[in-house]
């Protein structure tokens, strides 16, 4: 691309999606060009906000105000057209259209931050009833709250113990909700947490008055007239609850790729250290993407807020005169529940046979690391976080 050439000429850049990779990619556009065209399309209703305080919305810790990314005068004063609730049907990449519609948009640069969207067990899709929910937007936020406020549910169920799932436990918890938590698997947070870790958040979740049903699946959700009754599980058992969250992980927004030129790793977009995808005008960023670890190099699914944030800049940067290369993922994942903050880096699920150090273990906290040959490949802070810096610039420095 010949980047100087780009600021010679009126640009048309359309951004798809609108969560924290779009948003970093169009301020910072904007920051040093505010000539070219900028046009965006989201299929939420709502103005962007972030996602990472959902729960605390949930809660009431944190209002409309406090989750906005931008004021919605900001797309006004810097000449940006933002379409909500409009969903893009159809990417031609040869032709560098879009189609949303019945209307086609034509584009220079096309930025993608398309994310993901709730996975659905399949034998729960067709499900319709008051009181069924998933967790994943600001409008199953505001749903979910007008539930509770008027039909005052008696009980609830989650099913997914991973992230997610554990902040909508925890979120109903602090609304004095009775709450079961359903996992299909041995143990909670599969995938982000080794199983002895993941033991010890059981004890912090169950010290909370949270059921926890482990190794059973959700076949149905049962209701009458319309309204949640309770679930079924593979076992024929029923737990009873007027309410029910699926928070059983999620699922790429890969479709709209099909019939494109764009390379995808298992459904994911396969980017440059620019950002770009294997079609150089169109780039992309946040959890569609796959990106090399910092560490490893090796491709890793991109899911957390800051990535995502660094990413839609460095994108942006890609069609300035001064580009900033992405350094790779760090990996850090950290949330909030029970009381207690989460944090953890690296491989810290138990997939490879590294040495697990629990240095800190009390009824309120864990700490531990993982490492290998006397060098951290990642760890888990829980409660105390006190040595957060201190280990992410030693996992950094290996």
Same mark, same amino acid.
């Given at each position: 691309m010949n980047v100087k050439s780009y600021y010679t000429m009126n640009k048309s850049i359309i951004v798809v999606g609108l969560s924290a990779a779009s948003m970093a990619f169009i301020t910072k556009m904007r920051s040093f060009d505010q000539s070219s065209s900028i046009i965006a399309f989201s299929a939420e209703k709502d103005f962007p906000y972030n996602r990472c305080f959902l729960a605390d919305f949930l809660t009431g810790k944190s209002d409309l105000s406090n989750i906005e990314l931008k004021p919605q005068d900001f797309f006004e004063k810097n000449n940006i057209v933002v379409h909500l609730n409009s969903r893009v049907d159809r990417i031609d990449s040869k032709q560098q259209q879009i189609f949303v519609g019945h209307k086609s948009y034509n584009y220079d640069n096309l930025f993608l931050g398309i994310g993901t969207r709730p996975l659905i067990p399949e034998s729960l899709k067709n499900c319709k009833a008051d009181g069924l929910f998933t967790f994943h937007t600001l409008q199953d936020?505001?749903? +979910?709250?007008k539930f509770i406020k008027n039909?005052?549910?008696r009980a609830a169920v989650v099913i997914g113990?991973?992230?997610?799932g554990i902040e909508?436990?925890?979120s109903l918890y602090s609304q004095g909700i009775p709450v079961a938590l359903i996992e299909a698997q041995d143990s909670i947070l599969p995938g982000q947490i080794d199983q002895k870790s993941g033991y010890w958040v059981e004890n912090i979740v169950r010290r909370h008055g949270v059921m926890i049903i482990k190794n059973h699946k959700v076949i149905e959700v049962c209701?009458?007239?319309?309204l949640v009754h309770g679930v079924r599980l593979e076992t024929h058992s029923k737990v009873r609850c007027d309410m029910v969250i699926i928070a059983a992980g999620s699922q790429l927004n890969s479709e709209l790729l099909d019939h494109t030129d764009i390379q995808l790793q298992n459904g994911s +977009?396969?980017?440059?250290?620019?950002?770009q995808t294997s079609v150089p005008n169109i780039l992309a960023g946040g959890d569609i993407c796959v990106v090399p670890d910092i560490i490893s190099k090796q491709l890793t699914r991109s899911t957390t807020w800051p990535d995502a944030m660094l990413?839609?800049?460095c994108a942006a940067t890609t069609l300035s005169l001064n580009p900033r290369k992405y350094p790779g993922l760090i990996g850090l994942r950290n949330s909030h529940f029970f009381g207690k903050d989460f944090y953890a880096c690296g491989v810290t699920n138990g997939q490879f046979d590294y040495l697990r150090q629990a240095c800190l273990q009390t009824d309120d906290a864990l700490n531990v690391l993982f490492t290998q040959n006397e060098i951290l490949k990642g760890f888990i802070l829980i409660g105390d976080i006190s040595s957060l810096s201190e280990l992410k610039n030693i996992y950094l420095s290996k």
């Open positions: 936020m505001q749903s +979910i709250l039909r005052q549910p113990a991973g992230l997610n909508a436990a925890s209701h009458k007239n319309g +977009i396969i980017v440059n250290e620019n950002m990413q839609g800049l």
